[in-house]
């Protein structure tokens, strides 16, 4: 067997099947996956949430995770972030001719690491492979079924006027850690991703508050994006005050450094939830217990004055208006 | 807004927005896409098909079809061969920095008609882009749900000897249609691509022969791979005949200019079927009252002898083992 990807591996014949015995099952095997049919079968009933992402992650290793972990990590949080116990995940890779197998492997064994963390089964797949030069490195998909319990109705147009806005943890860390990776930047204080799967967190948190109105995970765009986006959707105001916004050190040095507010910059393992107030200290306390909820806070609450803006009480005193992102502030981050 | 696919519109903010409600909603809305939440919700109940493919063929436009069409199909067809009635689709995008958007605007209404010939709906997607050069001009994923009526059980494993093989129609259009189209080749009868949702021809057979043992989509690899497939899980010999193998003159006269054999010549409207016997006739008469089944014919069946082999009995008389595909013969048909 070759040591790199060839294109005879995309060819759906013998490299193909070869490599998904040699390098995909003994990772990911499972009953539904071993099938090796056109689709996996599975019995549900309920009320189910479906979601996809592709990632294009550059550099697709960097400090605190890699490709696969980001793949198996942020589709199980989009699913979680509709209230939903994620089940079941497909994985489609798309590899570029001439990546070396072992990093390949090594993806695999993350997406198998990741899956097992987080507790779900990867049981349908797919690769493809094009020519060297027509993509870079690799590209995931991964797309994910998740049931929901009866009762929950999480909305990023469920904002009320009253409601808490609680962060679960240090803004930025993913992005700055997927940009020093790329750009080799030397911190003194290295920084890490926070990629992380956030199902068990959720599942704490709706079960200290069942009625959470709204929960997202804010990714590309950052913090900003997010609640401009429960802003839009809701139609109510959003006021954030800046100095309860958890940021690490590093992280604010980095950025002051380069120039980016942290509001804008991604993360891959935190969450922003906006809960009745009458809930609010119950779901803090849950989220801190949590390991990846540790630096949770409540950060703000939603207002009816500027129905559709973000507004932050600046450390300084002022208030500004906070936009979503406009631009592109990093590339290829997730 | 720009004519051109900039990095902005991957960053998830402003122009990510203005991406969706402009190019992507006003063609694939409905009740559970317009929400624009993490995941789309749904209420099933039974036993359900998940699959996923991405798509990455060159060039997005070819005789027939386009990469739009052909993501929809393929993932309608993968349900199907499950015997699965498709519901629910999502569809996730990478496109290359500098990509004109009247290209993807194309592609979207492509993916809008094709879903609504196959009666499904788009319910969640994602976006990236990456910079020019570091993927060749869009890639596309699409996963999807279908739901299994009880009873059916369908899988490659389910060959039994005695069993009948038959064809839903001529092999190797797809293949050469894509292949004439990249390399400039003309033919005097030009060749277009069989893509197309088998949706309903499943449906209709399955009505026929409620106990179908194995239906597959001779996809990347052709005929040769998909019976190869079937040989191996089932473990049982395939015998088919090639003088019964239908392939358009033009497709034949291709493959013989270009040195390929068409049941190694990938397809994406063609399935292959398993019946036992007594409902072979039955199911090929269904097959042929479906535009997409009209050239059906009975190939080969199902025999004790060379177990995981395929035997083909050449026109001249003599048999020989049809092997799987090995090498690559077309990188990037689907």
Redo the contacts between chains.
């Keep these: 067997m070759s040591d790199v990807i ?3 591996h ?8 070869d490599l998904v015995k040699k390098t995909f099952l003994p990772s990911l095997a499972n009953t539904m996956l071993n ?22 992650v ?1 550099p697709i290793f960097f400090p605190g995770g890699d490709i696969g972990r980001l793949a198996v990590c942020g589709t199980v ?3 979680s ?2 209230g ?1 116990k994620p089940l ?1 995940l ?5 590899l570029e001719e001439g990546l070396p197998l072992s990093e390949l492997d090594h993806i695999v064994k993350s997406v198998k690491a990741a899956a097992a963390e987080a507790g779900v089964n990867i ?4 690769t ?4 060297h ?4 490195k690799l ?1 995931i ?1 991964t ?4 049931i ?1 319990s009866p009762g929950v109705d ?4 469920n904002a009320k006027v009253g409601d808490k806005v609680i962060l679960s943890g240090t803004i930025g860390d993913h992005g700055i850690a997927v940009m020093s990776q790329r750009e080799g930047l030397k911190f003194s204080v290295p920084v890490e991703s926070d990629c992380a799967p956030l199902n068990k967190l959720v599942c704490q948190i709706l079960k200290a508050s069942p009625r959470i109105h709204c ?3 804010p ?3 950052g913090l900003a ?1 997010t609640l401009n ?1 429960f802003a839009t ?1 809701s139609n109510v105001g959003i006021m954030v005050e800046e100095d309860k916004i958890p940021v690490k050190e590093s992280v604010r040095a980095a950025c002051e450094l380069l120039g980016f507010d942290p509001v ?1 910059v ?1 993360n891959e393992g935190k969450l922003v939830a906006i809960v009745k107030p009458s809930d609010a200290d119950k779901v803090l306390a849950k989220m801190k217990q949590n390991n990846y909820g540790r630096n949770a806070a409540i950060i703000g609450e939603v207002s009816d004055a500027h129905p559709g803006k973000v507004v932050m009480k600046t450390k300084l005193g002022p208030s500004r208006i906070v ?7 990093l ?2 981050i997730c």
Tied chains: 1, 2.
Excluded at 35 to 52: H, P, Y
Excluded at 123 to 126: A, L
Excluded at 154 to 157: D, L, N, P, R, Y
């Design positions: 060839l294109l005879a995309g060819s759906g014949g013998k490299l193909s099947h099938k090796l049919d056109d689709s996996a079968i599975f019995e549900a009933s309920g009320c189910l949430a479906f979601t996809t992402d592709s990632y294009v550059n949080n989009d699913l972030m509709s939903a079941y497909s994985l489609s890779i798309i049981i349908t797949g797919d493809k492979v094009v020519n030069g027509q993509a870079d590209f998909n797309s994910g079924i998740g929901i999480i909305s990023g147009a929960l997202r995970d990714t590309r765009g994006t986006e959707q804008y991604a936009d979503m992102l406009s631009g592109e502030l590339p290829r």
